[in-house]
């Protein structure tokens, strides 16, 4: 499979994220095209991991797929054949598309991160090991890092262009977004979360936390967008292994992690752009656990075409 870094389309593009660019094929329309970049400390690596832009476009389009009686969302397709029927111009960059393209539905996207949390670990854990809070809210005493949060908590966050998003209050959404539009995000993350948290224990797979991003259309309508319970967007840990009172091994870029932590500490990294050459084994590690993912999410191995 094409190796991706960037992708270059006849079509205009309107924006490119870490990992994504993003085009308008017309007023209703967008293709979200996911390459193999990867991010690790809000720093873009030079070097790609090998089927990362499929896995979390075909990981995403699995899940639209299983949630599409449950909540709106905004894919049309992410198969490369469809895609280039839809949209003639792109008929000759079908290598582009495959695995990696999703037509999308357009809409405004609201500027909140909608997180919610099944297991307290990462940057809530740290915040709660600290000051016994989750975005200055106070949480019972004696919680567990990774420990099962019943019932999950809703945890808003800012959207950063740059930088690390910041938690914040249900208040403070409200605020930003008005309190009815607050009350049906919260209620279709949690929907959303709690059908996708069950569907993935019984595959081995626990979801710790993870984001929703949601759009609204023209005409009102309430999206679910972007990516949708990816190794990207969420903490997936192998329920086999799985003991609170610890950190857990995630299907993520953890080996990527890991080896620019030891950089790091060693002195050979500062933890700025440009980030230090990748070896081999650590990206080919990285590609291994994306792909694990998707086939104990899905049941399947990832083919694209």
């Known amino acids: 499979m094409l190796l991706m ?33 990867v991010s690790a400390y809000d720093v873009v690596m030079a070097e790609p991991i090998p089927m990362k832009g499929a896995v979390l476009t075909q990981v995403s389009a699995w899940w639209f797929r299983q949630l599409g009686d449950a909540v709106r969302h905004h894919m049309i397709s992410a198969d490369a054949r469809e895609i280039a029927a839809e949209v003639p111009a792109l008929k000759s960059h079908r290598d582009q598309l495959a695995g990696r393209a999703m037509l999308c539905r357009r809409g405004t996207v609201f500027p909140i991160e909608c997180v919610i949390r099944g297991y307290l670990s990462g940057s809530a854990w740290r915040e709660y090991a600290k000051d016994g809070t989750l975005a200055g809210e106070k949480l019972p005493a004696g919680l567990q890092e990774s420990g099962r949060l019943d019932p999950p908590i809703f945890s808003p966050a800012t959207k950063a262009e740059s930088g690390h998003d910041e938690n914040i209050t249900i208040g403070r959404m409200r605020e930003v977004l008005g309190a009815e539009v607050t009350a049906e995000l919260e209620r279709l993350t949690r929907l959303v979360y709690t059908r996708g948290r069950d569907v993935a ?14 759009g609204r259309t023209r005409s009102g309508e309430i999206l679910l967008i972007d990516e949708v319970m990816t190794p990207d967007s969420s903490r997936f840990w192998p329920a086999d292994g799985y003991a609170p009172g610890r950190p857990q091994p995630s299907f993520d870029k953890q080996p990527l992690r890991d080896w620019l932590d030891v950089e790091r500490h060693a002195g050979r990294w500062n933890g700025d752009a440009p980030p230090p050459k990748l070896p081999p ?21 990832l083919a694209v075409s």
């Open 5 to 37: 870094t960037t992708s270059d389309l006849p079509l205009k593009r309107i924006a490119r994220g870490k990992v994504r660019d993003v085009y308008e094929v017309e007023g209703e329309r967008l293709l979200l095209v996911a390459t193999d970049r």
């Open 201 to 214: 224990l019984k595959q081995g797979i626990i979801i710790a936390d993870t984001k929703f991003e949601f």
């Open 281 to 301: 084994d650590v990206v080919e590690a990285t590609s291994t656990r994306y792909r694990e993912a998707y086939r104990r999410l899905t049941g399947a191995e």
